[in-house]
């Protein structure tokens, strides 16, 4: 696989310290990049922070990029292993609160993204939304996976690409992730059939 001519034209552009060639492939590809990080953090900050640093990854890396290889596999690749990056650093915030005035002894909370807020999950009626919600809860390996092959639609040997692993690993890890999927919609009393998964 190529990149397409149009965007070969504005990465040797941007090599040669055209800014105007680099801000049209951020304008190109922003939205892609965008969705993915969303669909990955969950948290529109954190994903609007992840699509930049991964455009500053692009633009710092632009120089090793292999232009006999797709530009927009190469993005994909940068932000997917970004936003899990993320994720795997998501850490509760330990806090320590006084148990009583006069005793030193403190009591650790930790506070963690637990999620969607009592008020969201209520709202959440609709099978998609339901799957989606189950995506979120996979190991970030998996995640990945499930996010380039279902929400970007690439194929198997693009997300091999794009994740920097062999063909077989990608559909084992798709395979795990629909297991993962199966159990969790049997467990709130959903049959897979119901996915075709």
């Known amino acids: 696989m190529t990149t397409p001519p149009e965007d070969l034209d504005l ?12 801000a049209e492939l951020v304008s190109r590809y922003n939205g892609a990049l965008y969705r993915l990080a969303w669909r990955m953090l969950r ?15 692009v633009h710092r890396g ?8 797709k530009f927009s596999t190469w993005v994909l690749r940068i932000a997917t292993n970004h936003c899990i990056d993320r994720i795997r650093r998501r850490r509760g915030i330990m806090l320590s ?23 969201g999950q209520y709202g959440r009626t609709s099978l998609r939304e339901m799957l989606d ?24 040997e693009e997300i ?27 467990a709130a009393g959903i049959g897979p059939e119901a996915l075709d998964l």
């Open 160 to 186: 091999a690409e794009v994740l920097d692993i062999p063909l077989g690993t990608v559909k084992a890890r798709l395979h795990r992730a629909h297991h993962h999927l199966k159990d969790r919609l049997q």
């Open 11 to 22: 990465v040797r552009r941007s090599l040669d310290g055209d800014e105007r060639a680099f």
């Open 133 to 156: 919600a189950m995506v979120v809860k996979l190991p970030p390996i998996y995640r990945a996976v499930v996010e380039l092959r279902y929400k970007q639609q690439l194929a198997y």
């Open 62 to 69: 632009l120089a090793s990029f292999d232009q006999n290889r």
């Open 97 to 119: 609160i006084d148990v009583d005035d006069t005793d030193e002894k403190r009591v650790p909370i930790v506070l963690v993204d637990g999620g969607p807020t009592p008020e």
């Open 43 to 57: 948290n529109d900050e954190e994903a609007r922070d992840a699509v930049q640093e991964a455009f500053l990854r």
